[in-house]
């Protein structure tokens, strides 16, 4: 009669095994593990963007390339951060561009370096997709440079002389973007942000400035998701549930 209960459980338990995103519960006094398979909760981050760059001598016209890396956490349902860097170059060209009595810059190339942090706010969380807006604060540094590659900042007569600025602005970045996580917990993703840049220097251009405000970046990442931390099984406490019952883990 033992072996053939024996047997018994194991049949039913069968079903629980079979999904890896359910918890199966027999008995009304034994706590059982919960067997949803683990969770990613930390990823390691790596992309590429396509940038362009709003300002005096370009309207989001010319495209260039920067790399990016990052901490990604996945441990809330809603809110989750993200700390990353990134480097690369934006450019903008108006070989019209001219100011009276003036000799303004009418090209730039910068190579830039940033780092930020991000909260992601998930409007729809599965266990296999993502659907977020990102809010963020970060460091954004450049160095315009002509055809040549001589540092603008240096060249006086490209801006009024009492004009100066730094290499280094603060930005506020904001996005939108998705998520697809695999089972094994690799993930890909894209993500569409504006990076408001607190700074109107990226082309080396302000008081000749035809645009009032400061310049911007718009980028559009695609990345790739491994994971680091997974989540450990839990155990359910077995009085909380009914004989039987399953319960689904979407997070």
Not at 70 to 95: D, K, L, S
Not at 158 to 175: A, N, Q, W
Not at 210 to 230: C, E, H, I, T
Request: charge should be positive; proline fraction near 4%.
């Amino acid at each position: 009669m033992r072996l053939a209960y024996l047997l018994l459980c194991l049949i039913f338990a069968l079903p629980a095994h079979a999904q890896d995103d359910l918890a199966y519960m027999d008995t009304d006094t034994m706590p059982v593990v919960n067997m949803t398979r683990p969770r990613p909760l930390r990823f390691l981050e790596l992309g590429v963007s396509a940038n362009s760059y709003k300002g005096d001598l370009s309207m989001y016209e010319k495209w260039t390339a920067c790399y990016h890396g990052a901490i990604q956490f996945n441990g809330a349902a809603r809110w989750n951060g993200r700390v990353g860097f990134g480097y690369g170059f934006i450019t903008g060209e108006n070989r019209g561009y001219k100011v009276a009595d003036a000799t303004p810059n009418n090209f730039f190339r910068t190579s830039v370096v940033f780092f930020s942090y991000e909260g992601h706010y998930n409007f729809i969380k599965t266990r296999d997709f993502m659907l977020y807006g990102s809010i963020g604060l970060g460091i954004y540094s450049y160095t315009p440079k002509n055809e040549k590659g001589e540092k603008l900042a240096d060249l006086l007569s490209t801006r009024e002389i009492d004009e100066l600025y730094g290499r280094v602005s603060f930005m506020l970045p904001i996005g939108i973007g998705a998520t697809y996580i695999l089972k094994n917990g690799y993930g890909i993703g894209a993500q569409a942000s504006f990076l408001n840049t607190q700074t109107d220097y990226l082309d080396n251009i302000s008081q000749w400035g035809r645009r009032k405000g400061n310049d911007n970046v718009a980028s559009f990442k695609f990345y790739m998701y491994a994971p680091l931390v997974f989540s450990k099984p839990t155990l359910l406490p077995a009085r909380s549930q009914k004989k039987g019952y399953y319960t689904r883990e979407f997070l």
